[in-house]
């Protein structure tokens, strides 16, 4: 998506099947990934490449303490990220209930 720079996302991910030299478009399968991805791409669809940056970046985010480190190369252990994200889209998913 880096494509976009700055400018909102207009356009679905691809993704590409090297055994088939081919780019397509994923098909969702799993009802429950469809949900969230459908409820994420409404709400974040239109942010541009930095609003989301900012996003991922405020106080509390997974990539907090490296921001206020100013360390741009920091590995972020993805258990963390994890259980951020996790907290995050089950708080967005009961939104509706």
């Known amino acids: 998506m880096k494509c976009y720079g ?4 207009t356009k679905p991910a691809m993704d590409y099947d090297s055994d088939e030299n081919k ?3 994923p098909i969702i399968q799993d009802k429950c990934v469809k949900e969230i991805l459908e409820k994420v791409w409404g709400i974040y669809k239109s942010f541009s490449a ?4 900012n996003l991922t970046h405020k106080t509390g985010s997974p990539w907090d303490p490296s921001f206020e480190r100013k360390s741009m190369f920091i590995d972020i252990p993805e258990e963390e990220v994890k259980e951020y994200y996790t907290k995050y889209i089950t708080a ?3 939104e509706d209930d």
Request: charged fraction near 20%; aromatic fraction near 14%.
């Open 50 to 53: 930095w609003s989301l940056r």
């Open 23 to 25: 780019v397509y478009i």
């Open 6 to 9: 700055d400018t909102p996302i």
């Open 92 to 94: 967005l998913l009961d």
